[in-house]
């Protein structure tokens, strides 16, 4: 091998170093960042991102369908419809983001607080600060990608979110509506913008982070089921059960006083078919999930 050659391999080698570490200057490791079944269709979904430090994390994509399953390696993952996030290109970018239930339907919502330095020219960076919400049941998973690059760029002054509440209306919010999706911008608030929260699905100034899951078993018949709920403060709780034409066949008043705690629901020969389970705390619906019920 000539000296001129092993001097070619080692100027290559150089430059793909120090690609690499650009590429990895901002985002060190990919991370899974929640497994949940956001289009509702009965089987897990992956919510995948970016990560360079324990409380900073950017969504990337979601993987969708049966094979969405954790993976050791989470660069492994199989080929399936994915729906990726594209972020504007800003210096010092902090992306704060909830994933949770804002509406009345059934269907995983996503919040997104995005701030940041946007360039104006050589010399010249306007800071900048856009709250999107993005409602799923127009069908998340027919997007392919989600660009936040043009919707974040149309904001001149910084703004914040306000401080939002499971289930409570938007009020003098903006809506604004593409193809296949629907999304709220938040009223343009001249205030100083927040840090981070401290960990992923933590909402800036929420005082309730809602972390409930719940757990039905054996499967449920027309006359018993049996309910595993953690995540609930303390206090007293509506269960209602509503069919998919939105009557409701089923309601039962619970008292939570510790978590992972069983309840025993016994509704009135409830017919055999696909129904929705809510919980409700003062009128708002803090939890729901589909489930079928056979005989």
């Known amino acids: 091998m000539?000296?001129?050659?092993?001097?070619?391999?080692?100027?290559?080698?150089?430059?793909?170093?120090?690609?690499?570490?650009?590429?990895?200057?901002?985002?060190?490791?990919?991370?899974?960042?929640?497994?949940?079944?956001?289009?509702?269709?009965?089987?897990?979904?992956?919510?995948?991102?970016?990560?360079?430090?324990?409380?900073?994390?950017?969504?990337?994509m979601i993987i969708w369908g049966e094979d969405s399953t954790i993976h050791i390696d989470p660069l492994l993952y199989p080929k399936v419809d994915t729906t990726r996030f594209i972020y504007p290109n800003w210096e010092?970018?902090?992306?704060?983001?909830?994933?949770?239930?804002?509406?009345?339907?059934t269907i995983i919502d996503m919040i997104f607080?995005?701030?940041?330095?946007?360039?104006?020219?050589?010399?010249?960076?306007?800071d900048t600060a856009v709250t999107i919400l993005i409602f799923g049941q127009c069908g998340l998973d027919t997007i392919p990608e989600i660009n936040l690059t043009y919707i974040a760029q149309q904001q001149i002054f910084p703004f914040k979110a306000r401080h939002l509440t499971h289930g409570q209306d938007f009020v003098k919010c903006t809506l604004r509506g593409e193809s296949h999706r629907s999304f709220y911008e938040m009223p343009?608030?001249?205030?100083?913008?927040?840090?981070?929260?401290?960990?992923?699905?933590?909402?800036?100034?929420?005082?309730?982070?809602?972390?409930?899951?719940?757990?039905?078993?054996?499967?449920?018949?027309?006359?018993?089921?049996?309910?595993?709920?953690?995540?609930?403060?303390k206090g007293k709780y509506l269960l209602r059960?509503?069919?998919?034409?939105?009557?409701?066949?089923?309601?039962?008043?619970?008292?939570?006083?510790?978590?992972?705690?069983?309840?025993s629901i016994q509704p009135n020969n409830i017919a055999t078919g696909v129904y929705l389970l809510m919980v409700e705390q003062e009128g708002i619906t803090i939890y729901s999930q589909k489930f079928i019920i056979s005989k």
């Not at 010092?92 to 339907?105: E, G």
């Not at 607080?113 to 306007?126: A, E, V």
């Not at 699905?201 to 006359?223: G, M, R």
Request: net charge negative; aromatic share 10%.
């Open 113 to 126: 607080i995005i701030s940041g330095k946007i360039p104006i020219d050589t010399n010249t960076y306007k």
């Open 92 to 105: 010092k970018l902090r992306i704060n983001y909830m994933v949770s239930k804002f509406n009345q339907d």
């Open 241 to 263: 059960i509503v069919n998919l034409s939105g009557l409701t066949v089923h309601t039962q008043m619970i008292n939570v006083d510790s978590d992972n705690q069983q309840y």
């Open 2 to 60: 000539s000296k001129n050659f092993q001097l070619l391999i080692c100027i290559c080698l150089f430059f793909i170093t120090i690609d690499s570490k650009a590429n990895d200057s901002l985002y060190n490791y990919k991370v899974i960042l929640d497994v949940e079944d956001y289009n509702d269709d009965m089987s897990q979904d992956t919510l995948i991102g970016f990560g360079n430090n324990p409380i900073k994390f950017f969504p990337s």
């Open 188 to 233: 343009k608030l001249y205030d100083e913008l927040l840090p981070p929260p401290p960990g992923k699905h933590a909402c800036v100034n929420c005082e309730h982070k809602f972390h409930i899951s719940a757990k039905l078993f054996p499967i449920p018949t027309d006359n018993n089921i049996n309910l595993l709920l953690t995540g609930l403060d």
